[in-house]
Structure formats: C-alpha cells, structure tokens
C-alpha cells in the first residue's frame, strides 16, 4: 500500500505538464460479459440470519438510480437455507433494512432465529437460484479477541498550536496458529466512514503484540470507535482481493486480479460467506 | 585397412601443411585515442583469406609461407589500410587506423554490410554511437539502449511501457552486461533511461537468437556493452548541459601508448530547482511539497598495456536513483541502483592463443526506510554476484576459430528484507529471505568454414546452478550456419536453448525499482528456451542492406503471479506464482543504408507471444485464467506490428536533421468487462462499483505512433567541438495511451457521510505521459 502510494505521488509529480489534457475520455468496446450473482452472507453472533443476494452487470451497462437501485440489483426468488448444528433455518425473500448500520439484506430467517454468540460448528450455506443453478458456502465462527488497550497521545512539543492527538490500538495475536484481522477506526459514530480499514494477518509479528497506529488527527472531545474483527483466510483473501481490483483500476503500477471468493455452487458466483467476530471499544480523547 | 592409412595420411597432411601456414597476429586500435577497434576486418584478397578482431581489437590470419601477401585492414569509420608482408614466421603485426579525413563527408564504406554477409552470426543488431547522439532523445538526454529499441525485433517502447521484451521474451530475460558485468538494472527513473552514459560507451550490440556459446543465463537477448578505454593519446574530454541533466568525460593517457584511464558521470538537476519551490512555499499551507528526485551514474576505467602480451583493464560503475520526501513528521526516502566492478587480463599465449580472464562484481540494490514520528520501516532487496571467468579465442587456421571457457558465480540474494517497529520497542515485525547460489558455465565453439560460400559456428555450453539443496544442470547447444549465394546474397539459420537461473519478480508492465530478482529453488525450475531462426540477407548495391528473418520460440518454466499475489513482504513468495510455457514467433524484416548524406534504416516485425498451461505451486493458489477455463492468452507485451523508420541527413557539415517514426498494434491491457455492489459490513462503506476482472489481457490499447525530429547544429571553436542539439519528441502530439481507467462521474449531491452514493454514468478515461517534448542540449569536445 505504501508502495503504491509512493509511486502515484511520483507519477503525478512528474507530470509537470499534467494541466496540458493528458487525460482524456475514450470511448472502449469491452468484451462481452456474463452477468453472475453476487453474494454477501455473514454469520454475526447474536444477530439474525441474514444475507443479501444481488447481481453483476457490464461495465457500461445503465446505472440505476437511487430509486430503482433495489430493482435493479437485488436477485430474488432464490431458495436460500443455512444449516447449523443439525438445524436448517430457511431464509426468505424479504427486504429488510436494518436503521442501525444502514444495510439491506433480501433474504432473511425468522426474527427469533439467531445466529449463536459462539460455536464451534460449521455453518453450511445453500442457495438454489431461480434458473436452476446452485451456491454453496461453509464458515465458522471464530473466537473473539479483545482490544488490550487503546493509548491516546499528543505530541512531544511546546507549540500551542499542535492540539491534535493520535491513536495506537494493541491488541495480543495467538502465536499457535495463523490468524487474520480486520480493523475499522470510526470518528464519533458508526454511520460515517471509517477513518481507517485495514486487514492484516500475523506473519510477520515476533512476539504476539499487534499495534495499528494513526496520524495526530484527533481533538480532545471526540470519540474513537474501535472495531476488531478476528476473520477467516478466505475472508481475508476475499477482501484484499476487492480492495485489488478496486484499486487496479486507476493505478497503471497495479496488478489486477479476479476478485476470489470462497463460494461453491454452479452459478459461477461471486461474493463471501464468512463469521464475522468482532470486538468493539470506544475511547475519548482527552489531555491528561 | 589401406584406406584408412590413406585417410590419416591425408589428415597428418593437411595438419603438415597447415603447420607450414604462417600466423599473422596483433591488435588493431584507433590511432587518435588508441581505442581497439571491435570487428575490424583483415582480408588477404588474393587468397580469399579473412578474419575480423575479437572484442579486444586482437585479430589473428594464417598465410602460406613463402610468398608476400598483401593485407588489408578496414574498419567503419576509418581509412582503409593495406600492407605488403613477407613474413618468415610468426609475426606480431599492430595497425593503427585514423579516420584520415578532416571535416569532409565521412565515406563509409559498405565492408559494414559486407561483414553481415560473410558472418554466421545472425539475429545481431549493432549500433553506433554516432548514430545514437544524433537521433532525437528523450529531454535531451542520447540514450544509446533506447536508441537501439529502433532496430526490428525489438519492440520500441510504449508509452511508459520500459522494460526490454525481445522476441516475445519477458523483461527478466535480457543478459545486459557492461564490460563483462551483470547489470541487474538497466533503468533509471523508472526505465525513461538507461544506465548507459552515451559518452562513456563504446559498443553495443544485441543478439536477439542464434546466441553465441560463451553467453548464457537469459533466454531473449544478450546485450553486450564494451566501455571506452581512454585516450592513450592526449588528454581529452566531453560533456554536454542539457534540460534534467548534465554530463562530463574526462579521459587521458597514464602513460601515452601504454596506459590510459576514462571517467564520467552524469546527474539530474531537477532537484536542486524543486527544492527551491518547496522553500518558497513553505508557510502555504494548501501547497504539498514536491518530492526530491535525482539519479547519477558514474563510469571509471584505467587500462594497462604490461607488456606485449598482457593488458589489464580495470572498471567500475556507480549509479543511483534517489527519490526523497521529508515533513515535520514523516520521512521517506527511496534509493536503488547498481554497482559494479570489473577487473580484466588479457594475455596473449601465441599468435594463435588469446585468453581473456575477469573478475567481476556487481550488485543491484534497493531500500526504502520511512519514517513516522515513533514508528519506522525499512524494506530492501539485493543481489549481489562475485563472478570470475576465462575465455580463450584460438584461431587454429583459417577454417577453425575454437573459443572455450568457462564461468562461475556466486549469487546472494536479499529478497524482501523488512524491518519495522515502533521507537520504544513494543512493536518489531521483520521479515526477509536470503539465498545463496552458484551458477556455472563452461563452453567450446568452433567457427568453422567449409567453403567461402558455407561456414558453421557450431558450440555446446554446460551450465549448471546450485541452491537450496537442489543443483540443475543444463546442456545448451548452439549452432549457426550461413550459407553464401554470392557476394551479394545470404541465407542464414541457428537454434540455440537457454537456460536461465533467476527470474525478476516484477509486474509485467513498468520496470519498477522494487521488483525483485528470484533464485531457482527446488520448486522454482530454471526457464529454458529453444529458438531457431532462419533468414536472408542481400547487399543491393554498395549502399542497402535488407535482411529478413522469421523465428519460432518454445518458452518453458514461465512464471506469472496467482490471483491475488501478495508481492511485498513475503517470505513465502513462492506460493504467489504460477509456471506455464510459452510460444513466441515472427517475422523481422529490415532495410538499412550507411553511405551518403541520407541514412537510416526502416524495420517491420510482424510477432505474436502466447502463454498457457499455467499450473500454481501452491495447491490453494488460484490462476482464474485456467481454473475459469479461459484458456492460452497473451502477455500484455505482445505486439503484433511494429514499424520504425529512421532516417539521418547531413544537409550541411554542420547541420543534420534526423527523424524517427515508430508505430505499433497497441499492448495489451487487462480490464474489467464487469462491476458488482459491495455493501460490507457495519460501519464500512457502501461500494458502488468494483470491477470484476476475468479473462487475463482481454483489451488492445489503441496503436501507439510517434514522431520525433532532431537537429544538431556543430560549432568548430579552437579547443575543439560543440554542438546544439534540438529534439522534438512527439512532433504531432500525439496522445499515446499509457493506461486506460474507469472513472464513476457523480452528479447532484452525494450523501457522504451515509456512504451511499450511486455514480450517474461511468466514463472510460486514457492516460497519456507525453505530449509534444521540446529540448535543447549544448555539447562538447575537447
């Protein structure tokens, strides 16, 4: 990532003459493209099964707008069941929206069915589309690891004008196996943007201290939403291949990829089935 | 059993009577500066005898005793210089040529051409220096290894496209040595130019197929760069001040006649100029400082003439790219570059025997260390060769030049070196392999001529690398016959297999720093490559040259990267690729003229590359393109046609005009045919569109044309020459495609901080780097 960045920031600081239309917009003839289904499904503890099934399109196939979006992407009428712990909870093709986390889902189970807050069991996905094709998933819930401490710090000067303080979120890996993360650090509430996403795995840690930092962006006043998600590999690799080939486009350094995903099934699918763990703090920045 | 004492009677007879021949020998130099002269040709025209000088200017011709011969000596450039001998035995003969003209129209005559018809070498592509200053170039900055990407099977560069892919071959499968060292990276600022300071070199020749036995390690092309000596002479130098840089050659006899030294160096100045803007700006908060950039190469040679029989060269290159950026609270600095070190002996043994033995070291590195106020990072690569070898050139008699020798190098890699943690030592994370290897060679080749109308070069080379626990082993035959119709007329063919040890970790595209050079191990198998090639050549008249030639080439052991490589601090790299073959064929076809105010030449290749069959070394790796069934496809470097026109013209003594148009099918590009929504999960955002690859290289760029024109104005003050240098690249501006993106265009307002915001209409944009590039350089000479 750094890689990248260093080399845009050289790129385009060598286009001096960048103002001179270098850039300009084409008109291309994209090979043709078969739609596919797109899936999300994620098992979170305590929460209802839920997933959203939508589908693909061209490239430059027509936008929907906001108003049809839901219309146009959302593939129903699809059978869709998870089966866990000898249990096969079926999920209906309904719109759900869930206020909190401003998500839609278009299959659902049953308010009362719930996904357990921890199990070892696998959780077996089947998903029958209305052509006849099939998707197939199995994930797990892992455990859940806690945020050891989250330290706040300003800067070591006298000018009165360095107010801002940084973050530095640690948490302890387990050494005996190979694990992955995802960190999301969010500004006073869940609802906008995080201010910092990022995956990692513990390849490289020495000893089991994992920290994630931040720049001094922070003012006293503001709260820090910290989330820690211990994910799968497949999870893992399903994300950084998204952030890929977003990326890829735009980056002339980049190398693109299929976006992989850890799907099965006839229906040439695209998409993830993974439990979602996670462990969430909030802290307020204040001097000491 | 009579016929067998005929037959060895026979034999004993002809080696008899050979042993009666009497050995001419010598070295053949430039008579102003005392620079050898590389393929000079030595012809006894009355006996159709024939020989040309070795890379150290050493010739050696067999003549019959007794009666006086007459011996010509020629070389491009030069005056023609015949002598009459009477030797009663062996003799050392040295010639001294000169140009003998003062400013008249150098008359160059056609034994260039001629040397292409009577050599078996083929696949050869040759330019001059002065060719190379005169050609329009990039920012004023001459850059001979660019200069020859003019030259039929060469693809000659795309927009920012800066990696060598020779006959289809990847950029990892170019041996680029300098002075008999390997140099790793060729490229400065991201490959915009070369390492190759013009002034400091004196020949470069690059073999696309049909390789000679005494190289080995690369599969796609040998290019081979021989340094100036010094002036033996008088003390000398040049220089020039152009638009990003500067440059200055300082040579001179140690001791005149026998020893001489060369140095030169060049460096950008961009920096010192941004640099000023940055402190300008300083108190302006909505300004973002520029970043510092420079490279600088620097080029250093002595040589020695110890005796009549023993020369030493001694040289070293040093260069360096540097790019910087520092604030108040971060520091980041990037540097690479090559260095390296040759140390040779030439030793004549007998007029027949010339041996060549080198040291040689060179090391490529890079390191990027960043610095966040109580965090740092450091991440580097490194290749480092000790390299020792001997060549021996044995002209046995006028049928057979035997060359042999052998090689060793010990390699030792630094792949992905990291060092990261916070100041107080909470946080330490490294990562980082190393390995060690040995690669050896050893070959015997033997020019053999049949007839005047039919010689063979035919040579076997036994390489071998160790790492790892694992040793390979490879038998490289290499042969190529040319077959003469006439003076005018030649048929040619070779196939050589290649084997090659290493392997650049790179995206295919831009030559970046950061790519790594990869040892075999016991998984990753040394690539191979079997070409033959086969074409004519015909002298129209004394001034043009056409030669045609189609080859075929097998690529096996071929590595891509999997999906979703993860490329930077791995320290198992392996997992991340995948090995396939390839195929690689086409057609080259040329017309060049030498003499007269107007010269140049004209190339067309018409190729195609092709990959398939790729399988990963990690079981759980993934290659979409077979495992989606998509089948064989082509790597982004494939291009189907390529033109080059370049045509030089002296209008006056002073003034030429030169210009060079290049054409090409565009490269290939990957590009998204599909998109997706991705929601995410709580907290994150809402993605409206991501794009969903498939099929590998599925989009042809548009094609690529350029003109550039060049003008050289030459001044005659007393201290010597001086010239300025006009080039214009990309006369008619075109706007070549670098790369092509999406861009989602979003009207109205967009409900940010929700995270939802649906583009209007997606917009395909191209980028392009250059547009019209005017410059002016002021060089000279003492």
Known sequence: MVMKKTYLKLFFGLLILGSCNLEQEVEIDLPDYEIRPVLEAYIEPGERFRLLLTRSAGYFAPLPSLDNLLEDLLLDSAEVTITHNGVTYVLENTLLFDPGTQKIYNYAAGPNELAPTESDLPFALNITLPNGQTIEGETQLLAQIEIDSVVIEFPETDEPGDTLARALTYFTDDPGRDNYYRRMLHLNSLDSLPEQDFVTDDRLVEDSTIAFGTGFNYAVGDTLLTTLYHISADYATYLESVEGAAAANGNPFGQPSPVISNLGGTANVLGVFTGLVSFRRNDIVMKN | MMRLFYMLTGLLLTVVVQAQDITISGTIKDGENGEDLIGATVAVPSLGLGTSSNTYGFYSLSVPTGDSVRIVFSYVGFQSQAFTLLPKADTTFNVNLTTGVELDEVVVKANSFQEQI??????????????????????????????????????????????????????????????????????????????????????????????????????????????????????????????????????????????????????????LLTRQVNRANEGNEDFSAIPDYYFYDLNAKVNFQLSDKDRLFLSGYFGRDVFGFSSDFFNFNFDWGNATGTARWNHVFSPKLFANTTFTYSDYQYNINNQITGFSFGLGSNIADASLKTDFFYAANNTHTIRFGAMATHHAFTVGRLQAGSDDGVVNFSAGQEFNGVELGAYVSDEMKFSDAFSVNAGLRLSGFDNDGKTYVGLEPRVAARYKLSDRWVVKSSYARMYQYLHLIANAGVALPTDIWYPSTQRVKPQRSDQVATGVSYLLGSKYFLNFEVYYKWLDNQLQFVDGAQIFVNDALEDEFAVGEGRAYGMEFSIEKKEGRLTGWIGYTLALTRLQNFETLDPNGRFAQESEGFGPFNPIYDRRHDISVVAL??????????????????????????????????????????????????????????????????????????????????????????????????????????GIEIPTRIAAKQVSLFPILPSITWNFKF
């Open chain 2, 649 to 754: 013209y002296e209008i006056t003594k002073r003034l030429t005009a030169s210009a060079t148009f290049v054409y090409g099918s565009g490269d290939l590009t990957w590009l998204p045919p599909g998109r997706f929504t991705f929601q995410d999960v709580a907290g994150a955002g809402f993605e409206a569109v991501v794009p969903d690859y498939r099929e590998r290289n599925n989009y042809r760029l548009p094609a690529y044309h350029r003109l550039d024109l060049g003008f050289v104005y030459k001044f005659f003050p007393k201290w010597g020459e001086s010239d300025l240098t006009l080039s214009v690249i990309n006369a008619y501006d075109r706007r070549n495609a670098f790369f092509i993106f999406f861009e989602p265009e979003f009207e109205g307002e967009g409900n940010n901080t929700s």
């Open chain 2, 118 to 271: 009577n050599s078996t070498e083929m696949s050869v592509e040759a330019i001059s220096t002065r060719e190379a200053k005169l050609l329009p170039v990039l920012l004023g900055e001459s850059d001979i290894l660019k200069t020859i990407q003019l030259k039929p099977g060469i693809p000659s560069g795309s927009e920012g496209r800066t990696g060598l892919f020779v006959r289809g071959g990847a950029q990892d499968q170019n041996l680029i040595v300098l002075d008999e060292a390997v140099v790793y990276n060729a490229n400065h600022l991201f490959g915009f130019f070369s390492t190759f300071n013009t002034d400091a070199v004196k020949d470069l020749k690059i073999y696309k197929g049909g390789f000679p036995a005494e190289y080995g390690g690369r599969l796609s092309s040998v290019i081979d760069v021989k340094l100036r000596d010094g002036n033996n002479q008088k003390f000398a130098g040049s220089g020039g001040l152009g638009l990003i840089a500067s440059r200055l050659t300082l040579e001179g006899p140690i001791q005149k006649d026998k020893s001489s030294f060369i140095i030169s160096g060049r460096r950008t100045y961009v920096d």
